[in-house]
């Protein structure tokens, strides 16, 4: 099943990998633009932006009228990785095998592409043409709340504050929720709000980015626990409930998921196939 997800991810990817060149391009004689691009062309899975398609070809079939939005998210995504990485934050030497960003260019340039991915995300949504001004504001809104003090931020700043020995349950799962699943959550109600489909729907699917959000970070958390990859000043499901609690509870979310999707009526079994995808990660 996950098969299904696999190859729209390998297929929206290639035309998000063309459309941001053609977005930055605006921008090559900047001093700015080869931050940029190294930053962006580090070899990220285009998740957030394939959720984003993937939500809207539920409910209608020309998902690719919603692709400066996905862009907009994926610039989003990359200025946080940028500024996470910077030594009064994670201190991270290198991001997906490759030195971080800050390593080659210096923290100063480091924090103006963060910046400057951050001001283009809402540059490209504020241009959008494919849809009424109404459902664009609310897109907007949308990806702002996800992105801000209610969402990535104000886990993040949770995150920075809060030590593993410090951490209980609850601003655990607060943390997590915030810091990551607010905007794959954010990805995939976009989606569905720009399909044009009724409230109903897009309440069911705002449910669904909940649960497979904060699954997606726990799993990632895993991942890392069992490389031995974690940063121990960092809280993580793995380290405050253990390996295999950890597994349970986003199996638990997992299946929460599917239950979901099944009291909705979708095009195709696209975000089905993405939660079989994760939970390919517990075997």
């Known amino acids: 099943m996950k098969e299904i997800f696999l190859s729209f991810l390998k297929e929206k990817s290639e035309i998000i990998e063309k459309e941001i060149d053609n977005i930055l391009n605006e921008y090559k004689t900047s001093p700015i633009y080869p931050a940029l691009t190294y930053s962006i062309k580090s070899g990220g899975k285009r998740l957030r932006p394939t959720l984003l398609l993937a939500s809207y070809s539920s409910f209608k079939e020309d998902e690719d009228k919603a692709l400066n939005f996905a862009i907009a998210i994926e610039f989003i995504h990359t200025y946080s990785l940028i500024h996470d990485d910077l030594p009064p934050i994670?201190?991270?030497e290198t991001r997906r095998g490759k030195p971080s960003l800050h390593k080659v260019f210096g923290e100063d340039i480091a924090i103006l592409a963060g910046d400057a991915f951050l001001t283009l995300a809402f540059e490209i949504m504020s241009r959008e043409r494919n849809f009424k001004e109404e459902l664009v504001l609310k897109s907007i809104y949308e990806i702002s709340n996800a992105s801000g003090i209610n969402g990535m931020v104000g886990g993040q700043v949770m995150d920075v504050m809060t030590s593993p020995d410090e951490a209980n349950e609850e601003l655990l799962y607060y943390i997590h929720s915030k810091k990551t699943g607010s905007?794959?959550?954010?990805?995939l109600k976009v989606g569905a709000l720009l399909s044009g489909t009724q409230e109903d729907n897009i309440k069911i699917i705002e449910e669904f980015g909940e649960k497979v959000g904060l699954s997606y970070q726990i799993?990632?958390?895993?991942?890392?626990?069992k490389k031995e990859s974690e940063d121990e000043n960092r809280v993580t499901f793995p380290k405050y409930f253990g390996l295999e609690k950890s597994k349970e509870i986003a199996k638990t979310y997992l299946d929460e998921s599917l239950k979901i999707l099944e009291s909705i009526n979708l095009r195709n079994d696209i975000l089905k196939s993405f939660v079989f995808y994760l939970k390919s990660w517990l075997s």
Do not use: F, G
């Open 219 to 225: 799993l990632d958390d895993i991942e890392d626990a």
């Open 183 to 187: 905007l794959i959550k954010a990805s």
């Open 90 to 92: 994670d201190n991270a």
